[in-house]
């Protein structure tokens, strides 16, 4: 196995860290590599948050869904779509003259433009991602910086057309961290198919998740669940954080297209 293989296929989420800086060379080394991630165009419609304010760490440990292992990273990175910045380019550059002198109206950024963005930021973030990992600086995704967007614009000063999409924290991991067990993929044939979409059968559905269903864990809290897809259902999907999330991405949408 190749070095980089070795470095995908070892990586797990960390949650937990040793009381250890990463250096300003390891942070300029991941950087440089996020900043060299594929992006659309070459337009890298991304910006980066670098979080050391304790005080906002603090509070994205709270409205992140309470985890408060957030607050305790070593380093944290704000993913932000971001249009903003080529629109007031557009502006800066002569844009609206040419569009006035061609009879064209000047088109502003709409929902596929976010999506665009969106693409770049995380692509990016996966740079990031195995660069940590490469360095020994374990890695965790947090997508609950889609939630609260009214109180993450304001705390962090986001401008119309930038959409906080993606937030990584990171750290060295613990030695239990470092054993922990790794979490089990689905099986490539459900995942990866031939030229075309199909869905899945009940038959089939029923063998994708045999063996997470085998681990279905009992107790109290599980009372009259009897399938992953119920558990996952109800401690996720249908979870007061993934509501917030929906009704979030709503109001940035609306912000997004306001005229």
């Known amino acids: ?18 009381e250890r800086e990463i250096s300003p060379e390891v942070r300029a080394e991941i950087l440089k590599a996020t900043l060299r991630a594929p992006t659309a165009g070459n337009m890298m419609l991304y910006s980066i948050l670098d ?51 061609r009879n064209l109206t000047m088109q502003k950024p709409e929902e596929g ?67 922990r067990e790794y979490t089990p993929r689905f099986d490539e044939k459900f995942i990866m198919f031939e030229n075309r979409y199909r869905q899945l059968s009940k038959i089939e559905l029923t063998e994708m998740f045999a063996e997470r269903q085998s681990r279905l864990p009992t107790g109290k809290s599980m009372e009259g669940i009897t399938t992953v897809g119920q558990a996952m259902y109800l401690r996720k999907f249908s979870a007061e954080f993934s509501i917030e999330m929906r009704r979030s991405v709503r109001e940035i949408l609306k912000v997004w297209n306001a005229q």
């Open 1 to 18: 196995m190749n070095q980089v293989m070795d470095v995908l296929m070892k990586r797990r989420s960390v949650r937990a860290y040793e």
């Open 51 to 101: 979080i050391t304010d304790q005080s906002i760490k603090d509070t994205l440990a709270v409205t992140c869904d309470n985890q408060p292992f957030i607050a305790h990273a070593p380093m944290v990175w704000i993913f932000l779509a971001d249009f903003q910045r080529w629109y007031d380019y557009f502006l800066a550059s002569g844009v609206p003259e040419i569009c006035a002198e």
């Open 113 to 179: 433009d976010l999506f665009l963005a969106c693409c770049d930021a995380m692509i990016a973030a996966q740079n990031a991602v195995v660069a940590a990992e490469s360095f020994g600086v374990g890695s965790c995704y947090i997508g609950d910086i889609m939630e609260h967007y009214e109180t993450h614009r304001e705390m962090l000063n986001l401008s119309q057309y930038v959409f906080p999409i993606g937030m990584l924290v990171f750290g060295y991991p613990t030695p239990q961290q470092l054993t």
